[in-house]
């Protein structure tokens, strides 16, 4: 295959933000390329390969020069440059403006009056110049530099969106990337498009492409493992290795016994023997049991697992010669949530078992191809790649199984229980025709046991928690709201079905300020 052109691109300049991804998301759904770098490693910009600019927000103020290690020479740059949050804090800062903390500190849903036309803004207003966005900062602009206009102001922010349309330099305080912020993708098309002057060159065949040489890149002639579990992500990198590599690829498949009901046997019908790709499987179920055993802390469970899995992927590796590659299908979403992915000042939410979680004396190269991707990413590159509908359209399983779906200790009675309870309500859902519509959708057992009658017997049995949830990336999330019938419906069978359970309840937290998933 020839290898692609170096693609012209947006170029997002991270200082810590969780946003940050999002931003680099939005600019490729709208079909043209984006990378991140860190505001630590910016380095000499080639102004050839950019069509413009955006400086993302972060948990910094602009006066604590001594952390933001940043090369102010980009502003020396002719090409556009869009600053969010942070960014456009640190843009009216450099060319002479004032940023001070706020009396008033704007977080959620604020109104954004337009006091000017902007090419920026171009149908970005309603009828009566107002509009709703996302705001998350603590300090504001409170002067913006000479020759500077102010374009939108809100209650408590004056100047929420200023610009130098001679100088090309824009900020907005508000967070357009975040689906919160109405027309938010429009205002990034405007940057983009009418201001960058940017020509659309990516698409998920550009990034099939991309990929499938990053791969051949990385990999050589080597031999390369795949820690293969079935579910979407994972799926999609075992298909792409196999276009890639095809033969020196060797997929290792673990059952943990964390996995959901007959979940080993599918993997093994669908990898082994539809796709005809190598495929060893291993039974580690009492392995992962044991070491499980009377382990109730979240991190230590995510740890035990992460851990034993790749010293079983160790001890396959060895029987295999010249293998040098692992290959995992993390996430953006696991990192984030992990660490920062560019080395910014991000705060740690959790670990996983496939980030964190590796250990350093992994004598194994790690390969993971999207790692920068989203699930909608994910799923349409893996149409992309010829896998069907049915293993696309999966709900995401995490890598540490039912583990952190089961708070406190895990017991084989426990997993089993849950497996029925998980099943049971995922049919229901495709019964009814709701699975598609739902973003996620799993069975928890929660680690309480509560008082039932059941016919004229005393039961004292755990709570099942169901959990369904809408959202397009991952970052954001809301409860899918059922109908009372269906409710009623799911909470019967599981009660009715499945002994050591008696009390069902449904969780409508969003995300944030809860995770999606429990632990």
């Known amino acids: 295959m020839k290898r692609p052109t170096k693609l012209k691109k947006i170029l997002i300049i991270d200082f810590g933000s969780q946003f940050t991804q999002l931003i680099a ?3 490729r759904e709208i079909g043209v390329f984006s990378e991140i770098v860190s505001h630590k490693d910016l380095r000499t910009l080639n102004q050839k390969d950019l069509f413009g600019i955006i400086l993302s927000g972060g948990p910094l ?3 604590q020069d001594k952390k933001i290690k940043f090369n102010k020479n980009i502003f020396n740059l002719t090409c556009p440059i869009l600053g969010i949050c942070f960014g456009h804090q640190m843009i009216s800062k450099f060319y002479g403006g004032k940023v001070k903390s706020s009396k008033t500190r704007e977080f959620g849903f604020a109104s954004i009056k337009k006091t000017k036309n902007s090419l920026l803004t171009k149908n970005f207003f309603n ?10 900062h603590a300090d504001h602009v409170t002067k913006i530099p000479k020759n500077f206009k102010k374009i939108a102001s809100t209650k408590d922010s004056k100047f929420t969106i200023i610009e130098n349309f001679k100088l090309k330099r824009f900020g907005v305080q508000f967070h357009p990337e975040v689906t919160h912020t109405i027309k938010g993708k429009i205002l990034l098309k405007n940057f983009v ?11 998920p065949t550009h990034q099939k492409n991309t990929l499938i040489n990053n791969v051949k890149n990385q990999v050589g002639k080597k031999k390369i493992i795949c820690a293969l579990s079935g579910g979407v992500d994972s799926s999609v990198v075992a298909q792409l290795l196999n276009k890639s590599v095809g033969k020196q690829l060797k997929c290792i498949f673990v059952n943990t016994g964390l996995l959901r009901k007959n979940e080993e046997k599918q993997v093994v019908n669908t990898f082994k023997k539809k796709l005809k790709i190598d495929l060893i499987y291993v039974n580690a179920e009492k392995q992962f049991l044991g070491k499980l055993k009377n382990i109730s802390d979240p991190e230590r469970k995510r740890k035990i697992i992460g851990n034993l899995f790749i010293k079983i992927f160790e001890k396959y590796a060895k029987k295999i010669k ?17 660490k920062s992915v560019t080395g910014s000042q991000t705060s740690k939410i959790k670990s996983h078992h496939n980030v964190g979680g590796l250990p350093k004396k992994m004598k194994l190269k790690l390969v993971e191809p999207l790692r920068l991707l ?4 994910v799923r349409k590159l893996g149409l992309e790649l010829k896998l069907s509908r049915q293993i696309i359209s999966r709900h995401p ?12 200790t895990i017991t084989k009675e426990k997993i089993k229980i849950l497996k029925e309870a998980d099943d049971y309500f995922i049919s229901e859902l495709k019964k009814e025709n709701l699975y598609n519509k739902i973003w996620q959708a799993y069975a928890a057992l929660l680690p309480v046991k509560t008082v039932g009658v059941m016919g004229d017997n005393r039961t004292y049995e755990y709570i099942c928690l169901l959990r369904a949830i809408t959202s397009s990336d991952g970052m954001t999330a809301d ?9 009623q419906n799911v909470s019967n069978k599981i009660i009715n079905n499945i002994q050591g359970i008696n009390r069902v309840v449904y969780d409508v937290t969003s995300k944030p300020p809860s995770t999606i998933e429990l632990e």
């Open 25 to 27: 998301r939005r600019i």
């Open 61 to 63: 103020n602009v006066y």
């Open 127 to 136: 009828k009566k110049n107002m509009n709703h966005v996302w705001m998350s």
């Open 193 to 203: 498009f009418k201001i960058c002057k940017a020509k659309k060159n990516w698409s």
């Open 322 to 338: 010249n293998v040098e590659f692992l290959a995992q299908g993390t996430l953006y979403p696991d990192l984030i949530e992990s």
């Open 374 to 377: 989203f699930k909608d990413e």
């Open 397 to 408: 399983f995490p890598g540490p199984g039912l583990a952190i779906r089961m708070p406190g």
């Open 479 to 487: 409860y899918f709201d059922f109908t009372k019938k269906f409710m």
